[in-house]
T-cell receptor
Framework: GQQLNQSPQSMFIQEGEDVSMNCTSS?????WLWYKQDPGEGPVLLIA?????ELTSNGRLTAQFGITRKDSFLNISASIPSDVGIYFC????????????FGGGTRVLVKP | GAGVSQSPSNKVTEKGKDVELRCDPI?????LYWYRQSLGQGLEFLIY????????KSGLPSDRFSAERTGGSVSTLTIQRTQQEDSAVYLC??????????????FGNGTRLTVT
């Protein structure tokens, strides 16, 4: 079963807002990754984190590898409509390409 | 193409039939993974190949599930005597291995399997 607890499970965004999601684990991971999945497609890598405490940005995305190696967060700044999708955190006990354990996902939707 | 290719994209089968799902990894990627994603859920690891061998099969849910990889490239996931609970999206991913390091996984678009 899943070992990563991801929250929130879903959220509504308004264009221009900053949003944040996080992932926690009861055990240590050596690599954290964040993926985005659009309907009918496979997950696409957004950010990979390799070192505890590391803060990495990719455009409007910022992610941090928690210092305890048991958590990570992802921030999206100034959200736009194409940010809609499902975001997954994933952890590896080895390198980034080793077997990944995935969180349950955060579904990002646009406020009506 | 440049990405991971999976076929078929959709498969509907009757309970009790066998199915084969195919994955073409990115050229040169020696590591290949199969994951399963049930509706609205995260991804569940099934099996990992390094070259043609499978050092980790721990995620295969039952002996009805098997996978092979030939020529260090194409992989097939076979599900025998399918059950309704096998309905899910089956995702394949590949990565580059350099020494002991594997690059992050690149995923295909998956095969959506529906067992009726």
């Amino acid at each position: 079963g899943q070992q990563l607890n991801q929250s929130p499970q879903s959220m509504f965004i308004q264009e221009g807002e900053d949003v944040s999601m996080n992932c926690t684990s009861s055990s240590i991971f050596n690599t954290w990754l964040w993926y985005k999945q659009d309907p009918g497609e496979g997950p696409v890598l957004l950010i990979a984190l390799y070192k505890a405490g590391e803060l990495t940005s990719n455009g409007r995305l910022t992610a941090q590898f928690g210092i305890t190696r048991k958590d990570s967060f992802l921030n999206i700044s100034a959200s736009i409509p194409s940010d809609v999708g499902i975001y997954f955190c994933a952890g590896s006990r080895g390198a980034a390409g080793n077997k990944l354990t995935f969180g349950g996902g955060t579904r990002v939707l646009v406020k009506p | 193409g440049a990405g991971v290719s999976q076929s078929p994209s959709n498969k509907v089968t009757e309970k009790g039939k066998d199915v084969e799902l195919r994955c073409d990894p990115i050229s040169g990627h020696t590591a290949l993974y199969w994951y399963r994603q049930s509706l609205g859920q995260g991804l569940e690891f099934l099996i990992y190949f390094q070259g043609n061998s499978a050092p980790d099969k721990s995620g295969l849910p039952s002996d009805r599930f098997s996978a092979e990889r030939t020529g260090g490239s194409v992989s097939t996931l076979t599900i025998q005597r399918t059950q309704q609970e096998d309905s899910a999206v089956y995702l394949c991913a590949s990565s580059v291995t350099t020494g002991e390091y594997n690059s992050p996984l690149h995923f295909g678009n998956g095969t959506r399997l529906t067992v009726t």
